[in-house]
C-alpha cells in the first residue's frame, strides 16, 4: 500500500492563496495567505492527478507565474460544466474537504475550487474521484487574478473564504486576504444579492473582517446586530483569556457574528482549531 506523505502544517491548515507568491518575504505584489512549501505529488495523488486533471482542472494560460493566470482568458463556467447553475467559488479550497461535501450535497450547484497548493488540488481530485462528482472544476491560481479578470463580473452565488492564514505577528497584518482591495474584488464576481461567507479561527482577524466588510458599500451583513454582549464570542475570549485574544472591549456590543455556516463541513484543521481551543467565527454578507 503506498502511503501519502504528510502535508505541512501551513499547506493542510492554511491554504487559501490570495496573491503572487515569490517564496520570499520582500517584494510581495499582493498578500498571500501562506508560504507554499513545495508541490511534489506522489502516490494515490499523482494518480488522481494523472486520471483526473484533464477533466476537472481548468487549464488557464499563465502571465508570468505559474499560478498568474493571463488577464485575456475569462472562464465560462456554462461551457465547462455543460449547464447553468448557481456558482460558488471557494478562495483557498486546501485539501478539498468542504467543496467536496459541498459538491456532494448540493448536485444542483457547481464548484471552483481556487488553490495554488498543487498536492491540495490533487487531495481535491481524489475527493472528486471517490465521490464520483462531476460539479467541481479546480484551478492553480492566485485568487486576485481569478476575481478580478478571470471569472466575469457578476457571475458567481457565492463566494467562501474559510480559514486563510491570520498572519498573526502585527508586522504581517499587510499580508492578511481580507482588505479593502480583495472585498471590491469579491464584489465585483458575486451576482447583485450573492453571499460571501468567511470563517476564522483567530479573533482579531475576525474583528478586521467585520470591519472591512461594514465599511464596504458593497456590502451588508445578513446578521448585523446578532450575537452581540454576553453572545458574542469575542466576550468569550476576553472572559476566557484564550489565546487569539481580539483587541476589542470585554463585551463586544456590536455583534454581527453569524452562526455556523451549516453547509461548511467540519474539516480536519477546524478539529484541530477546536481542540488547540480556538474559537470560530463566522460572518456572511450580501452583495448589495
Known amino acids: 500500500m503506498t502511503t501519502e506523505p504528510a502535508l505541512p502544517d501551513a499547506a493542510e491548515s492554511r491554504s487559501a492563496d490570495v496573491g503572487t ?3 520570499s518575504e520582500p517584494n510581495f505584489r499582493s498578500p498571500v495567505s501562506f508560504v507554499r512549501r513545495g508541490s511534489r ?4 495523488r499523482q494518480q488522481a492527478w494523472d486520471e483526473l486533471s484533464d477533466r476537472f482542472v481548468i487549464d488557464v494560460p499563465r502571465d508570468e507565474a505559474d499560478t498568474s493566470v493571463s488577464p485575456d482568458y475569462v472562464f465560462d463556467a456554462a461551457a465547462e460544466f455543460g449547464r447553468t447553475a448557481p456558482l460558488v467559488v ?3 479550497s486546501g485539501l478539498g474537504e468542504a467543496v467536496a ?26 475527493r472528486i474521484g471517490q465521490k464520483g462528482l462531476t460539479n467541481i472544476r479546480v484551478v492553480q491560481a492566485n485568487a486576485p487574478e481569478v ?8 457571475s458567481v452565488d457565492e463566494v467562501w473564504v474559510f480559514f486563510p492564514d491570520p498572519w498573526h505577528k502585527t508586522r504581517h497584518h499587510k499580508r492578511r486576504l481580507v482588505k479593502d482591495s480583495f472585498a471590491e474584488l ?6 447583485p444579492g450573492g453571499i460571501w461567507r468567511l470563517a476564522t479561527d483567530w479573533s482579531d482577524y475576525a474583528v478586521q473582517m467585520r470591519e472591512v466588510l461594514d465599511a464596504s458599500a458593497r456590502f451588508r451583513n445578513l446578521h448585523d446586530g446578532e450575537r452581540a454582549g ?10 476566557e ?17 453569524a452562526p455556523r455556516f451549516e453547509g461548511r463541513t467540519l474539516t480536519s484543521f477546524e478539529n484541530k482549531a477546536h481542540e488547540a481551543g480556538r474559537l470560530i467565527f463566522d460572518l456572511a454578507y450580501r452583495r448589495n
Open 21 to 23: 507568491d515569490t517564496g
Open 101 to 126: 461535501h459541498a459538491a456532494e450535497q448540493n448536485p444542483d450547484k457547481d464548484f471552483l475550487a481556487v488553490e495554488v497548493y498543487l498536492p491540495g488540488l490533487a487531495q481535491t481530485l481524489q
Open 90 to 92: 471557494e478562495i483557498g
Open 186 to 191: 469579491v464584489a465585483r464576481v458575486l451576482v
Open 41 to 44: 505529488l506522489q502516490g494515490r
Open 230 to 239: 454576553e453572545d458574542s464570542p469575542l466576550t468569550r475570549v476576553h472572559r
Open 147 to 154: 476575481l478580478s479578470t478571470m471569472l466575469p463580473a457578476g
Open 241 to 257: 483569556g484564550l489565546e487569539n485574544k481580539a483587541p476589542d472591549d470585554d463585551v463586544d456590543a456590536r455583534g454581527g457574528w
